[in-house]
């Protein structure tokens, strides 16, 4: 059974970098799954931020894509996402994600990590 | 702004039957792709209850029924339990000529009354 856990700082400066990690444990990243970012603003919906292939292959949300940048580190088997020029509307708990395909049916979020809360403030 | 419209509150008393509706479009779920069904219990992530439009994953209750039809689709609830309080979310691919994404719906509480 993958798990995934979200890492990395809860407070950040308006107009910094937003950066979180995911590792995952309990397989390999370098499967023929996708590993995506999710946030969900306080007391609100969910919003899709991107997503990696272990090859590196990316694609991202276009309403966020010139902001943000997803990595993935195999040796390390995890994946990072980097925000950048934050703005309070960017305060959300962060959700990371494996994306697979069961029983050929795709687009499927089939494991999250328990999610962190990143706070936008000075 | 979410492309998958949902109500926002649906309640019911236990053991009777609630179903949560989610609308799209031609780009997303008129377009054929699937749509899945998460349920977020508070404080917690969210759960994939349903995938491929009606496919429950091993271990989700068959109370638990979905339907797509058109560029709609629906989650049922049968025999509501108080454990089902939660906020659900249904979720498709959306694809058109301002890119393409993976979108969610708006969310519905579920309240047992």
Request: glycine share 12%.
């Given at each position: 059974?993958v798990?995934l856990?979200?890492?990395g700082?809860?407070?950040?400066?308006?107009?910094?970098?937003?950066?979180?990690?995911?590792?995952?444990?309990?397989?390999?990243?370098?499967?023929?799954?996708?590993?995506?970012?999710?946030?969900?603003?306080?007391?609100?919906?969910l919003?899709?931020?991107?997503?990696?292939?272990?090859?590196?292959?990316t694609?991202?949300n276009?309403?966020?894509?010139?902001?943000?940048?997803?990595?993935?580190?195999k040796?390390?088997?995890?994946f990072?996402?980097?925000?950048?020029?934050?703005?309070?509307?960017?305060?959300?708990?962060?959700y990371?994600?494996?994306?697979?395909?069961?029983?050929?049916?795709?687009?499927?979020?089939?494991?999250?990590?328990?999610?962190t809360?990143?706070?936008?403030?000075? | 702004?979410?492309?998958?419209?949902?109500?926002?509150?649906?309640?019911g008393?236990?053991?009777?039957r609630?179903t949560?509706?989610?609308?799209?479009?031609?780009s997303n779920?008129?377009?054929?792709?699937?749509v899945q069904?998460?349920?977020?219990?508070?404080?917690?992530?969210?759960?994939?209850?349903?995938y491929?439009?009606?496919?429950r994953?091993?271990?989700?209750p068959?109370?638990?029924?979905?339907?797509q039809?058109?560029?709609?689709?629906?989650?049922?609830?049968?025999?509501l339990?108080?454990e089902?309080?939660?906020?659900?979310?249904?979720q498709?691919?959306?694809?058109?000529l301002?890119?393409?994404?993976y979108?969610?719906?708006?969310?519905?509480k579920?309240?047992v009354?």
């Amino acid at each position: 059974q993958v798990q995934l856990q979200e890492s990395g700082p809860r407070l950040v400066k308006p107009s910094g970098t937003l950066s979180l990690t995911c590792g995952v444990s309990g397989g390999s990243i370098s499967t023929s799954d996708w590993w995506t970012w999710v946030r969900q603003p306080p007391g609100k919906g969910l919003e899709w931020i991107g997503e990696i292939y272990h090859t590196g292959t990316t694609n991202y949300n276009p309403s966020l894509r010139s902001r943000v940048t997803i990595s993935v580190d195999k040796s390390k088997n995890r994946f990072s996402v980097n925000l950048r020029s934050v703005t309070a509307a960017d305060t959300a708990v962060y959700y990371c994600a494996r994306l697979s395909c069961i029983g050929g049916l795709c687009y499927v979020f089939e494991s999250w990590g328990q999610g962190t809360l990143v706070t936008v403030s000075s | 702004q979410s492309v998958l419209t949902q109500p926002p509150s649906v309640s019911g008393a236990p053991g009777q039957r609630v179903t949560i509706s989610c609308t799209g479009s031609s780009s997303n779920i008129g377009a054929g792709y699937d749509v899945q069904w998460y349920q977020q219990l508070p404080g917690t992530a969210p759960k994939l209850l349903i995938y491929g439009n009606r496919n429950r994953p091993s271990g989700v209750p068959d109370r638990f029924s979905a339907s797509q039809a058109g560029t709609s689709a629906s989650l049922a609830i049968t025999g509501l339990q108080a454990e089902d309080e939660a906020d659900y979310y249904c979720q498709s691919y959306d694809s058109s000529l301002s890119g393409s994404s993976y979108v969610f719906g708006t969310g519905t509480k579920v309240t047992v009354l």
